[in-house]
């Protein structure tokens, strides 16, 4: 486990290096300065971090089904040059490749299509199609959104939602706010391959891997800045400072986007448009526990068109037992809901109960015996983006007992009033709604490839007087998202103050 030390007692302390943010940049920058500096040289590296624990978006609940349930990333992307990957191959983790996605499900026609139907079905490989063609197409053409790329290309209808449920959901966005400069950016940098691994354990298990022995002050949010060519004053919320030689910054863009840290000197102007050009949306988890299965055993992971949850998947690993308060687990299955962009927008506007009710429902369509018509209205829900129509429906999660965890209110069986006679309301046992817009300290899922900000990750990652260097997926040059990403761009800013740094050792 990494070091807490009492940060009251070290607060006057002046360091060589502070790491602000705990996630997986700030954890792989502070390891390799730590590395490099001693790690007995206490006063080399510390990270600072708001939160309550390291990781930032790696966190997982229990309680629902015998294992840890992610409710942030919960796949390696690719099998190739991950630094993720590398580091569970050094903890000797053991890994599953699953194909994504091994089906799809068409909500419109009612009709679910495995791998091979979907490899004759024209337009969903016309959406392939167009998508893979990007690592092709001109970096600096005029920025266009994909919307008005595919409009261009002249595709369908069909294939438009299906590009919408695939693609942009996954991205984090939807089409209209995809940018086609970097998508063709991250098309031509993505060096990592398409399947997706699990893990055998908790990603919190890589992030303590990392952070072993590492001088970490926790619940120590950075409110301002200060630096100049000496050196680097960091200030917290509750008046504490902390000096050092260099600082690095690896909070989510949402964040600095949100003013929650200030600058002395102000951030210059191209630093500032960096911030506000790079998009993160929200992200919702839908976690829905289940007593049976209902759906076929080898199926992994659906992309559903024209539905309430665009994507669904279905993880299962080794009974862990894990629970020490003795409870038992609500079920023995797992399906996640994913949806993210204006979709997740739509659903946070929702009660909890209400976007379980609704999964559910989606779920019996996909699963049932699919006799009776959905008992809710289909306009309400899906990219057309209409306004929820249940709005007034009153949040009765807010008077639950929450026992999964400080933060996410479990939705029990009761309070969701479905169809017994349909296979998801009669083998679900209950669920949450994890709302990533709500973490107070990360805002948002991850960011997108946005539309009119070309080069902004590059400016994001601009140094600042040679003493406050920036890290986090959103400086990721390949405009990537994913966990290996966040830790590149923890080393690179790590090697950058290095660089620097002649004067090496302490
Ligand atoms: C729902 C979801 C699903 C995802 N799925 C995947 C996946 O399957 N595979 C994948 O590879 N990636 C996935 N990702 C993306 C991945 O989680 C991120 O790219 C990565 O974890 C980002 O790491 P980071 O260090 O850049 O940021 P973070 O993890 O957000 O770390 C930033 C840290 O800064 C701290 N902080 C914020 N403000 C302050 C402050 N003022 N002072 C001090 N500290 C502060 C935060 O508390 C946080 O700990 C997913 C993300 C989400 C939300």
């Known amino acids: 486990?990494?070091?807490?030390?009492?940060?009251?007692?070290?607060?006057?302390?002046?360091?060589?290096?502070?790491?602000?943010?705990?996630?997986?940049?700030?954890?792989?920058?502070?390891?390799?300065l730590a590395d490099h500096y001693s790690l007995t040289d206490t006063q080399a590296v510390l990270i600072l971090e708001a939160g309550t624990s390291l990781g930032g978006r790696i966190k997982h609940i229990t309680g629902l089904v015998p294992w840890p349930v992610e409710v942030g990333p919960e796949f390696i992307h690719g099998t190739m040059n991950s630094s993720f990957k590398d580091i569970a191959d050094r903890m000797?983790?053991?890994?599953?490749?699953?194909?994504?996605?091994?089906?799809?499900?068409?909500?419109?026609e009612r009709r679910m299509l495995c791998s091979d139907e979907a490899e004759k079905h024209e337009d969903i490989q016309h959406a392939h199609k167009l998508f893979q063609e990007l690592a092709f197409e001109d970096p600096d053409a005029p920025d266009i959104s994909m919307a008005e790329y595919l409009h261009r290309r002249g595709t369908n209808n069909s294939?438009?939602?299906?590009?919408?449920?695939?693609?942009?959901?996954?991205?984090?966005?939807s089409l209209?706010?995809?940018?086609?400069?970097?998508?063709?950016?991250?098309?031509?940098?993505?060096?990592?391959?398409?399947?997706?691994?699990?893990?055998?354990?908790?990603?919190?298990?890589?992030?303590?891997?990392?952070?072993?022995?590492?001088?970490?002050?926790?619940?120590w949010a950075v409110q301002r800045v200060q630096y100049g060519t000496?050196?680097?004053?960091?200030?917290?919320?509750?008046?504490?400072?902390?000096?050092?030689?260099?600082?690095?910054?690896?909070?989510?863009?949402?964040?600095?986007?949100?003013?929650?840290?200030?600058?002395?000197?102000?951030?210059?102007?191209?630093?500032?448009?960096?911030?506000?050009?790079?998009?993160?949306?929200?992200?919702?988890?839908?976690?829905?526990?289940?007593?049976?299965?209902?759906?076929?055993?080898?199926?992994?992971?659906?992309?559903?068109?024209?539905?309430?949850?665009?994507?669904?998947?279905?993880?299962?690993?080794?009974?862990?037992?894990?629970?020490?308060?003795?409870?038992?687990?609500?079920?023995?299955?797992?399906v996640v809901g994913f949806m993210a962009g204006e979709v997740a927008a739509a659903a946070s506007r929702l009660p909890e109960a209400e976007v379980i009710r609704r999964s559910l429902s989606q779920l019996d369509e996909m699963f049932g015996q699919v006799s009776q018509k959905a008992e809710y209205d289909r306009s309400g829900y899906c990219h057309g983006i209409k306004v929820d129509p249940l709005n007034d429906i009153p949040d009765r999660s807010k008077d639950l007992h929450n026992f999964l965890t400080r933060d996410h209110v479990l939705i029990p069986r009761e309070y969701v009033q479905c169809p017994?006679?349909?296979?998801?309301?009669?083998?679900?046992?209950g669920g949450c709604v994890v709302n990533w817009e709500k973490e107070s300290f990360v805002r948002g899922g991850y960011t997108y490839p946005s539309l009119n900000a070309h080069g902004?990750?590059?400016a994001l990652a601009e140094p600042l007087q040679k003493r406050v260097f920036?890290?986090?997926?959103?400086?990721?040059?390949?405009?990537n998202p994913c966990m290996q990403a966040a830790i590149d761009t923890g080393r690179r800013a790590a090697s950058e103050i290095l660089s620097l740094d002649v004067s090496g050792r302490l």
Request: glycine letters at 8%; hydrophobic letters at 40%.
């Open 456 to 458: 902004a990750r590059f």
């Open 176 to 219: 209209k706010q995809l940018g086609v400069r970097e998508c063709i950016q991250e098309a031509q940098n993505w060096i990592y391959g398409d399947t997706y691994l699990i893990l055998d354990r908790p990603m919190s298990s890589v992030v303590d891997f990392i952070a072993k022995g590492l001088q970490v002050h926790l619940d």
């Open 92 to 108: 000797k983790c053991q890994m599953r490749e699953l194909p994504y996605p091994d089906r799809y499900y068409l909500g419109n």
């Open 230 to 334: 000496h050196g680097v004053k960091l200030h917290s919320s509750d008046g504490l400072i902390v000096t050092a030689d260099y600082a690095i910054l690896a909070v989510p863009v949402t964040i600095l986007q949100h003013g929650v840290i200030t600058f002395n000197p102000p951030l210059p102007k191209a630093k500032l448009d960096a911030i506000q050009s790079i998009g993160m949306n929200n992200c919702v988890k839908v976690l829905m526990a289940f007593s049976d299965r209902f759906w076929p055993e080898d199926m992994f992971d659906v992309v559903c068109t024209n539905c309430f949850l665009p994507e669904i998947w279905i993880t299962q690993y080794p009974s862990t037992s894990n629970h020490t308060d003795g409870r038992a687990p609500l079920g023995k299955f797992i």
């Open 420 to 429: 017994r006679s349909r296979p998801a309301s009669a083998f679900f046992q």
């Open 159 to 173: 294939v438009y939602q299906l590009a919408e449920s695939i693609y942009a959901n996954d991205f984090g966005c």
């Open 1 to 32: 486990m990494a070091c807490m030390a009492n940060h009251q007692a070290h607060s006057s302390h002046h360091y060589r290096v502070v790491v602000v943010g705990g996630g997986l940049a700030g954890l792989a920058a502070a390891r390799m």
């Open 470 to 479: 920036f890290a986090g997926e959103a400086t990721h040059p390949g405009v």
